[in-house]
């Protein structure tokens, strides 16, 4: 899929997962891309393969602090994402989000530049409706460990709707589902990267509680494409849009699904449910098809082999 773009686009928290894949597409469509990071879960190795290009810049940066550059387009990715990370600091994680947008909402609103907002499904907490849409308010516990994730976002979310009523400043606010792709971090935690590192070492994969509840898997391929039609979508369409697969799988399913791609000899083995771990999870995308025309279209099995080879070369790289 290719959508147009304006030239000059500042990724925050490029060299992450979704921001390296973003950066890539972004170089592929001929825009020049500043992409901004303090390191603290990406890496110099997820956008090593575009420094020779003379349309991408990468700058050391912490969105806490004031950025002065000159765009087009900003895409707010910076903040860690899985829960080990996000919760090894708390106090800065919300200070990520917080004023990252704040900052972030700042320049957009000097140089009159759209700000698209990665926020999350986190926003809905443990919810009471099922699937969630974006007239959902949420269920989320102010004061819990997932608080300063939580909480973080869903004040960055007001930010940006005040930015707009306030500064009329153009926003784009996306709730991003479960995603899992290439480039995940090998150690986050989370549920994906967790069973295929498991299943590819033989180590036992570790169901949290009964492996009863469920998420939603997109593929990052098909994730980004919504972000970039999210973005260049009439400015009428502010969002919140939720962007996911609304496909349901139980942890127990993945786990299988996992077991069979990578022929593993893993077994199951069961772990406490860490707190205010959401019940069931899966995305309403009614309003994203509507509004841009957009559905994902890899099959979590399809998904689950091209992330697999992603992590095998990884190990094997790292044998060598
Ligand atoms: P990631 O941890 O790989 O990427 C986040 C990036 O932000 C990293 O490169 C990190 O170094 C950078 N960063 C963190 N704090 C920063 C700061 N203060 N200043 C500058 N850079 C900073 O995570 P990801 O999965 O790529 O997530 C990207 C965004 O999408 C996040 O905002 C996350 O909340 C959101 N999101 C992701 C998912 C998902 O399933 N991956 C789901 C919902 C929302
Ligand atoms: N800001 C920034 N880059 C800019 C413009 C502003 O980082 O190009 C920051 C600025 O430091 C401020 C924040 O964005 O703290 C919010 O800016 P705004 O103009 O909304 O508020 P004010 O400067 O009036 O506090
Ligand atoms: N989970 C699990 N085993 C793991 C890691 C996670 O069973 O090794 C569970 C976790 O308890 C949650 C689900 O998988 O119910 C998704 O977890 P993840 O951290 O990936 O995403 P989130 O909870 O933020 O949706």
Redesign the pocket.
């Known amino acids: 899929m290719r959508v147009e773009l304006l030239k000059q686009i500042l990724v925050t928290g490029g060299a992450g997962f979704l921001g390296s894949h973003l950066c890539d597409r972004l170089l592929a469509s001929g825009a020049d891309v500043v992409c901004v990071d303090n390191f603290f879960t990406g890496s110099k190795r997820n956008v090593a393969h575009l420094l020779s290009s003379p349309r991408f810049e990468l700058i050391r940066h912490d969105v806490t602090f004031p950025l002065y550059v000159e765009v087009d387009r900003i895409f707010n990715l910076a903040c860690p ?4 990370h996000y919760q090894h600091d708390p106090v800065q994680t919300t200070k990520t989000s917080v004023h990252g947008a704040i900052n972030m909402l700042g320049l957009a609103k000097r140089v009159g530049a759209r700000i698209f907002q990665a926020s ?3 926003v809905y907490g443990d919810p009471e409706i099922h699937p969630q849409r974006e007239d959902y308010w949420g269920k989320v516990n102010p004061i819990g460990t ?1 608080s300063c994730y939580d909480e973080g976002k869903r004040c960055a979310e007001t930010l940006f709707f005040d930015y707009q009523r306030q500064h009329s400043v153009d926003i784009k606010v996306a709730r991003i ?2 995603t ?1 792709g290439p480039r995940m971090h090998p150690n ?8 295929i590192v ?1 299943a590819l070492q033989n180590d036992d ?5 009964d ?1 009863q ?3 939603s898997f997109c593929y990052v391929d098909d994730l980004i494409d919504g972000m970039l039609l999210l973005m260049e979508s009439p400015a009428e369409v502010t969002g919140p849009v939720n962007l996911g697969n609304p496909a349901e799988f139980t ?1 127990l399913e ?2 299988e699904s996992v077991l069979r791609l990578t022929k593993s000899s893993s077994k199951l083995t069961f ?1 406490p ?2 707190a205010d ?3 069931q ?1 899966q995305p309403d995308i009614t309003l994203a098809k509507e509004v841009l025309g957009w559905r994902p279209k890899v099959s979590l099995e399809d998904g689950l082999k091209k992330t697999i080879e992603y992590f095998r070369s990884l190990f094997e790289g790292n044998k060598r």
């Open positions: 994402a899985s829960p080990i999350t499904s986190e997932r589902f479960n899992y986050d935690g989370r549920v994906v990267s967790n069973f498991q994969i570790t169901i949290f509680g492996g509840q469920t998420r942890m993945l786990a772990r449910l860490p771990d959401p019940r999870r």
